[in-house]
């Protein structure tokens, strides 16, 4: 195939843009996204196929080198960051065999050939790297992984729009960096929300947990308990499968689910003998007493309230 001359220019841009765009993340549930695709499609077609690999490697580097500066990450961790551009080898291999040419849409197939063989690339290679730390099955690291190559697919179209004008004026691919800059910003927003999300479930834990010691403080055995069914909720939980979320309202059921005892007479909680019909039934109204301390809480703690309720209903 013919291969297109290396342009100094085309170079310098795809290494700046690379390098900036390396070091927006975008949280999402469960892992984390750099905007790269975009750029990476761009460089397909302004730079030598030969040199991509390295380019992307530069661009990493340049990247990851402000951490390194100010000692936020050792420079050793440089070698993974190094390897992590494994993926750019696989769209290198299969534009190589298609031909060195400028973009066109008649090889859409071509392109999204090349964005399966970057997965491909990038898959390998991370799940022997985990799987040598921990127990890890092929389909639990594609179905994480499947969310990041989602992520990647969906930048790709607008690197291709973008590869168009950059192959006649490589400086063009300079014109994704407003998209990078949205990107940054948006990611900074769902950083923030994510962080007041954190804060405020860390807040709703701490008074659940609070509520836990004050159950504990007016009857000894009954928060003994709680704590064992927290133990035994959570091994259960974990046992299902359940998300973490639904983790989380489990263990706060399991800790307050006799919140309401607080409101019985302590006569009737530490009555040493068998309780009476109507001492019976004044007890059996804790769950309900339970559901209406945690509704007038309100939020997370709310949401369990009707849990709490239902804890000593029949399960046929």
Avoid at 56 to 78: E, F, I, Q, T
Avoid at 228 to 244: I, M, N, Y
Avoid at 250 to 262: N, P, R, Y
Wanted: aromatic share 6%; hydrophobic share 50%; proline share 7%.
């Amino acid at each position: 195939p013919t291969e297109r001359g290396l342009s100094l220019v085309a170079l310098a841009s795809a290494v700046a843009a690379y390098a900036v765009t390396s070091r927006v993340e975008v949280e999402f549930p469960g892992f984390y996204a750099i905007p790269t695709e975009a750029i990476f499609v761009v460089m397909w077609f302004v730079l030598p196929l030969r040199a991509l690999p390295l380019a992307v490697c530069a661009g990493m580097l340049l990247g990851r080198l402000p951490d390194v500066v100010r000692g936020r990450m050792p420079p050793d961790r440089l070698a993974l960051t190094l390897a992590s551009c494994w993926y750019s080898v696989g769209p290198t291999l299969v534009l190589y065999l298609a031909g060195e040419r400028a973009p066109r849409w008649q090889d859409v197939p071509v392109y999204l050939a090349a964005i399966a063989a970057q997965c491909v690339f990038d898959l390998l290679p991370t799940f022997a790297l985990q799987r040598a730390a921990v127990p890890l099955s092929l389909e639990d690291d594609l179905r994480s992984a499947a969310l990041v190559y989602g992520f990647d697919l969906v930048l790709a179209p607008l690197g291709l729009l973008a590869a168009f004008p950059a192959a006649r004026h490589p400086a063009a691919l300079l014109l994704l960096m407003p998209m990078v800059l949205i990107v940054a910003h948006v990611g900074r927003e769902r950083q923030e929300k994510n962080d007041k999300v954190l804060e405020l479930k860390n807040a709703y834990q701490g008074t659940s947990y609070l509520l836990g010691d004050m159950i504990e403080a007016d009857d000894a055995y009954t928060g003994e308990h709680s704590r064992d069914v927290v133990e035994l909720v959570l091994a259960v939980s974990e046992r299902l499968g359940l998300d973490s979320a639904d983790q989380r309202m489990a263990e706060f059921t399991a800790l307050l689910h006799d919140v309401g005892k607080v409101r019985i007479p302590p006569d009737v909680i530490n009555k040493p003998g068998p309780l009476d019909a109507d001492e019976r039934a004044l007890m059996n109204t804790h769950t309900i007493l339970g559901q209406e301390m945690l509704e007038r809480a309100g939020g997370l703690l709310g949401q369990v309230g009707p849990l709490v309720r239902s804890c000593h209903e029949h399960w046929d």
